[in-house]
């Protein structure tokens, strides 16, 4: 162990501290499947004393001035920027992002999100009137106090800043427990903040598991809210844990995102649809992992979808290029394997990939791009979300039959429509179940709340929606005007 990275230390109240009792855990390369560091999970004292520290920093945290707590977040950028390479090795290494791809997007996320809560926060409005009906009614927009907050390892700084950010700006104190697959992004996020000169208290760090430190938090007397991304399952574990303290619970789950393309769609959209579905390997909650296809155009998708997925490229992360990685670990490959088997015992045409790693590989957790023909909506590989670069491919009819595919899941996250029709376009984003459409390969606009609703959560994160759902709303009549 003495060539590992020691990574075993948390943060809280403002310095470094040892855990406080051993409890070594390997970080693991899924490129090379070697441990390249080893962290320590946290027990009850631990989290303990990072509530603790956050309990007693809010008082003064949260009556700082906006422009105050908006100087430490603009510092925070900077800092972000500065060390931008280092960030993406971070998550190169831990999550298996390929190089290029992790300062261009993963690193980029982060930055992101930075950006638009600043700008977001420079605008908000912490105490405005009801209405020009009631002007002496008054809605304060106030900090809900000590956050909880649990991200994952599939896109690290897109949702540690989505999270840690927001709470910060709006008066909370937290204490971030990151996934404890991919924690080293977050530790270096952690250093970050402690660079642009934060208070102590006001973040803190306890890496640990979803049983350990995740649940010890849910259930915490002293945590106010908890603002969790992750699997459905552990969302409603969360639910359930956070429930006999009454506390906030915020929750951005998973997805099965479908890609309703018609037959007079620009022709880039089906390539486009299988990058969208395999990129990050496949390891992204709003994916568009089931491509609907208009009937005249069906068997050209498949074609056109079966090409892009063979000339999609795979090798480690620690390679330069526009291929796609491993997916995370062990546990994840295995689970997508049994999936890609699922879809050909069930039935479906198996038109690209298939199971086992891809040729020339017999190392990492790296899975072949599939491509599934012919599938129906009943079918295993149609229905659960399986994290990796495999894409379904469905045939409809009619703009009713595909809007009835699309909608039947248990998710609601993103749906995405490729069509020149722009009343076509118009009518089918307001029937679309699902927190977010995106239409014609066209991005949502900076500041966009991310979230969905059913089995993806109801989160709403980024933008001023952000800021709010890490706000609590106080009503208030007879307003002195003028004071």
């Known amino acids: 162990m003495a ?8 943060y809280i109240d ?15 390369d899924p490129s090379t499947e070697e441990a390249f560091a080893v962290i320590s999970l946290g027990g009850q004292q631990d989290t303990d004393r990072a509530v603790a520290a956050a309990k007693a920093a809010f008082p003064a945290w949260s009556r700082t001035a906006p422009a105050e707590r908006l100087a430490y977040i603009e510092k925070l950028l900077a800092i972000y920027n500065r060390r931008s390479d280092e960030m993406a090795a971070a998550m190169t290494a831990e999550m298996g992002a390929p190089s290029d791809m992790s300062l261009a997007y993963q690193v980029e996320a982060g930055e992101f999100h930075i950006t638009n809560f600043i700008t977001a926060f420079r605008n908000f409005e912490f105490l405005r009137p009801l209405g020009a009906h009631a ?5 304060a927009w106030e900090p809900i106090g000590v956050v909880g907050l649990i991200t994952p390892w599939n896109w690290p700084m897109n949702q540690v800043t989505l999270k840690v950010v927001p709470a ?3 008066g909370n104190t937290t204490v971030l427990k990151p996934s404890e697959i991919a924690p080293l992004s977050s530790l ?5 903040l402690h660079e642009a000169g934060l208070p102590k208290g006001v973040f803190n760090l306890v890496n640990g598991d979803g049983n350990g430190v995740g649940t010890q938090l849910s259930t915490h007397p002293d945590v106010d809210m908890i603002s969790f991304t992750g699997s459905t399952r552990a969302g409603i574990a969360i639910t359930k844990a956070a429930a006999d303290t009454l506390k906030k619970v915020t929750l951005e789950l998973g997805g099965k995102g479908a890609n309703l393309i018609f037959a007079d769609a620009d022709r880039k959209s089906v390539e486009w649809g299988v990058w969208r579905c395999f990129f990050n390997s496949g390891q992204s909650c709003n994916a568009p992992t089931r491509m609907l296809v208009e009937r005249p155009a069906y068997e050209q998708a498949v074609e056109t979808a079966a090409r892009a997925a063979r000339a999609t490229g795979v090798a480690s992360a620690h390679l330069p290029g526009d291929h796609i990685g491993p997916v995370v670990s062990k546990v994840q490959w295995e689970k997508i394997q049994d999936l890609i088997q699922k879809g050909i015992d069930e039935g479906a045409r198996l038109v690209a990939g298939g199971p086992g790693l891809p ?20 079918m295993t590989i149609a229905r659960q979300e399986i994290f990796g670069p495999v894409l379904s491919i469905i045939p409809f009819d009619s703009e009713d039959e595909a809007i009835e595919i699309a909608n039947d899941t248990v998710y609601g996250l993103t749906n995405f429509v490729q069509t020149e029709d722009g009343a076509r376009r118009n009518r089918i984003a307001r029937r679309l179940r699902a927190g977010m459409i995106e239409m014609n390969r066209e991005s949502r606009g900076a500041g966009s709340a991310f979230g969905g609703i059913k089995a993806s959560g109801r989160a709403r994160e ?3 929606m952000g ?17």
Not at 135 to 139: A, D, K, L, N, R
Not at 367 to 373: D, K, L, M, W
Request: without cysteine.
């Open 3 to 10: 060539d590992l990275l020691d990574k075993r230390k948390f």
């Open 14 to 28: 403002g310095e470094w501290t040892e855990p406080s009792r051993p409890n070594d855990l390997e970080v693991i």
């Open 135 to 139: 002007p002496t009614t008054m809605v």
């Open 168 to 170: 910060l700006l709006a």
């Open 188 to 192: 270096l996020f952690a250093e970050m």
């Open 359 to 378: 040729e020339g590989v017999n190392r990492g957790y790296y899975v072949r791009p599939t491509v599934f023909a012919d599938v129906n909506n009943e």
């Open 462 to 464: 980024g933008g001023v």
């Open 467 to 483: 800021l709010e759902e890490f706000m609590d709303s106080k009503h208030i009549s007879a307003w002195a005007l003028g004071n």
